[in-house]
């Protein structure tokens, strides 16, 4: 045997074997041929592919052609015509290996181009195999630009080509590759299609955005949670932009997109750094979306750096990778207005009224959120547990007097009181007493229109205490103060329905005199020795009450019998029955409170400290079975329904603490998330 030919032999080999050290997957020749594409200025990149690349592989352009004169050498590693001078090689190194990828391709698959430059009157075909023209260029028809055909890719490398079994995974490899680019060179139109397919699997318009890019290839959802990145830093000649998803947005696997002078590639160390700063933001187990484009002086880039391993290096990497973070960092905290939760911002009175209000008034009468022109998502919403909402529907109600089955929100309750179904409903009586016209129009005209809305189409979500439960109103949850927000409410209701309340009968009817002794004995009545004895002050009480019965009776439904003993009490709401510990202040306190020689301001004090006793009590669970959680029940499907129903919420409820926003539930909806 002749030394030469092992010789030749050797070369045949050795080239192969190298070229499968650049190319391993149809992903990495792609990636050349589309910066090939990109380097020839082309402005739409089409790529053809079937079995995942495996079969063919094709790429088409319209970018400068090549020339036809070039076609014989163009295949030969080292041909490349972008470097002419030795000293570019430095500025140039970031692209790795040069003017390898069409040499090392031919050398593992049939490689065939079609090509046509702007002068040139036709275009050209040629094929190769390793390196080498199969024949001599043929004339044909053609756009400018180029097309490159990689069919039967490691056809000559048995092991290889078993190692990549799966078309599908080589497609989904491809895709990424194609759809990367697409985003960071948003001027330029992709396309990948399967060969024979009408459908693409990816299309992008000319001209487009990274961020419009984005929301074809990675979704909306992603799309609109973006915040854009852009750090520029003179000292370490680096300079980075591009657009991170923010703390709403998250998925399970990080997806990343890398480019470090425009070459698509993979940094270990700053993915991890930057999911380092995310994991204070997402829930566990969630990662961002993050594209990013860094530009690095080419010489402080790895040179060394082999054209598959897409792990790059660079010369100060740890204080870029630290100067990456900083800018996540500040980026995620200037949108995360969840960091205000604990501010309280007290609610609109100083804003003037929302601006849903117009919208409102037009739709009166709905009062599912869900009509409301603004779309509330899912994931706006307050999660309550579910089975806490539902659950205590089927709880056995209050015990009272009569059984009859509630009205569920109080919607068709004509007027309020006097319920038994089985009862025929009294005539109601029309009050014209100018006294209480005056004291309702008084509630109408001091209405917080805002909060009226807010109100009216709130959603319950829970009682935090007796005292305070949330609401939602579009996506913000505000803390409400229930004891005063229902201590308005049947203030309200004590004017609106004057002279119209059902009867709350007493099982046992109390003595009005050892109801005002129990209270001159509690602290907090103030008695003193000054005040006279307490026996001489509860006859006076007595005396005073029984005297004012038949009035009370016939407008309040509050009867006090001959021998002063108190009977009945107003039955302000279905359902609904004050907590009885309240019941010796409040005989006290119509005693000293209420102003008796004025018509008007009788009422308005009498029915102030109705309402206070009414009250859903601070403290003291309003129902005494807690362990049934009635009070829960009672406020959430008695109290909270009839306050949308009916209550004109005051202004100052907007100033003091009666309403409380505490979250926008954007950002409260990651709290719960992270939990
Ligand atoms: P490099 O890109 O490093 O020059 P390649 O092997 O990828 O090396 O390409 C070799 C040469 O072939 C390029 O320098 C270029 O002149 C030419 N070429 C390859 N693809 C295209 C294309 N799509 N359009 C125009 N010219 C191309
Ligand atoms: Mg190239």
Redesign the pocket.
């Known amino acids: 045997m002749e030394p030469g030919k092992i010789k030749k032999l050797d070369e045949v080999v050795v080239n192969r074997i190298a070229a499968g050290e650049v190319v391993q997957r149809p992903c990495n020749a792609l990636k050349?041929?589309i910066?090939?594409?990109l380097?020839?200025k082309?402005t739409q990149i089409q790529v053809t592919v079937k079995q995942g690349g495996l079969k063919l592989l094709q790429i088409q352009?319209n970018?400068?052609?090549?020339r036809k004169d070039?076609l014989e050498i163009?295949c030969e590693r080292f041909?490349?015509?972008?470097?002419r001078e030795f000293e570019d090689l430095t500025s140039i190194a970031t692209?790795g290996f040069?003017?390898?990828?069409?040499?090392s391709i031919s050398h593992v698959a049939h490689l065939t181009i079609t090509?046509r430059t702007s002068d040139s009157k036709c275009a050209w075909k040629a094929s190769y195999v390793d390196s080498k023209l199969t024949g001599s260029p043929k004339p044909c028809a053609g756009n400018q630009?180029?097309q490159?055909s990689v069919e039967d890719l490691f056809y000559n490398v048995a092991t290889r080509r078993k190692a990549l079994k799966s078309p599908s995974e080589e497609h989904g490899k491809v895709a990424e590759v194609v759809s990367r680019y697409a985003v960071h060179n948003s001027k330029v139109s992709f396309t990948l299609k399967k060969q024979g397919e009408n459908s693409t699997d990816i299309r992008t318009p000319p001209n487009s955005t990274a961020v419009d890019n984005i929301r074809l290839i990675f979704g909306p959802t992603v799309a609109k949670e973006l915040l854009e990145l852009s750090v520029e830093d003179d000292k370490l000649k680096f300079k980075v932009s591009g657009y991170i998803s923010n703390a709403n947005y998250s998925v399970k696997k990080c997806v990343f997109l890398l480019f470090i002078n425009h070459r698509l590639v993979d940094s270990s160390a700053l993915r991890k750094a930057i999911e380092t700063v995310y994991a204070s933001y997402l829930p566990k187990n969630n990662h961002p979306f993050l594209y990013l484009s860094l530009e690095i002086a080419p010489q402080n880039v790895d040179v060394n750096v082999h054209p598959t391993k897409h792990e790059v290096h660079f010369l100060h990497e740890e204080l870029i990778i630290e100067k990456i973070q900083q800018a996540v960092e500040t980026k995620l905290l200037g949108c995360n207005s969840s960091r205000t939760f604990y501010t309280q911002a007290l609610l609109p009175g100083a804003n003037p009224a929302p601006e849903s209000v117009n919208e409102k008034n037009e739709q009166e009468g709905s009062n599912i959120s869900g009509d409301k022109k603004e779309k509330i998502y899912a994931h706006q919403m307050v999660r309550t547990d579910s089975r806490d909402q539902k659950l205590d529907k089927f709880l056995s109600r209050p015990a009272k007097n009569n059984s009859e089955p509630m009205d569920e929100d109080f919607e068709d309750t004509g007027d309020t009181g006097k319920s038994s179904s089985s009862d025929p409903k009294p005539v109601r009586r029309e009050i014209k007493l100018t006294s209480i016209l005056a004291l309702i129009s008084e509630l109408e005209t001091s209405c917080h229109v805002g909060l009226r809305e807010s109100l009216k189409n709130m959603t319950f979500v829970g009682c935090v205490n007796p005292q305070y439960a949330l609401i939602q109103h579009g996506n913000k949850l505000y803390l409400t103060n229930t004891s005063s927000l229902s201590e308005e409410l049947f203030y309200q209701l004590l004017l609106t329905d004057f002279g119209n309340f059902g009867v709350l009968k007493l099982s046992t009817p109390a003595s009005v005199k050892e109801l005002a002794l129990i209270a001159l004995d509690l602290e907090e009545s103030g008695w003193s020795e000054s005040d006279g004895k307490k026996e001489d002050l509860a006859e006076y009480i007595v005396s005073l009450l029984k005297s004012k019965g038949p009035m009370l009776e016939d407008y309040f439904s509050l009867k006090i019998d001959d021998d002063g003993n108190l009977c009945t009490l107003p039955y302000v709401i279905d359902d609904y029955v004050p907590a009885m510990e309240g019941l010796p202040m409040y005989i006290l306190r119509l005693t000293t409170e209420v102003d008796w020689d004025n018509e008007k301001d009788c009422f308005q004090t009498f029915c102030r400290e109705t309402s206070r006793f009414y009250r859903i009590q601070r403290n003291n669970e309003p129902m005494k079975d807690d362990a049934d959680n009635n009070w829960k029940w009672t406020i959430e499907h008695i109290i909270y329904p009839a306050m949308r129903k009916s209550l004109l919420p005051p202004q100052h409820f907007a100033q003091d603490t009666t309403f409380l926003q505490i979250a926008n539930l954007t950002d409260l909806y990651r709290v719960f998330e992270r939990c």
Do not use: H, P, Q
Request: aromatic residues 4%; hydrophobic residues 30%.
């Open positions: 050349e041929m910066e090939n594409s380097d020839a082309a352009d970018g400068t052609g090549i070039d163009v041909t490349t015509s972008k470097l692209y040069r003017g390898e990828a069409l040499a090509t630009g180029t490159i």
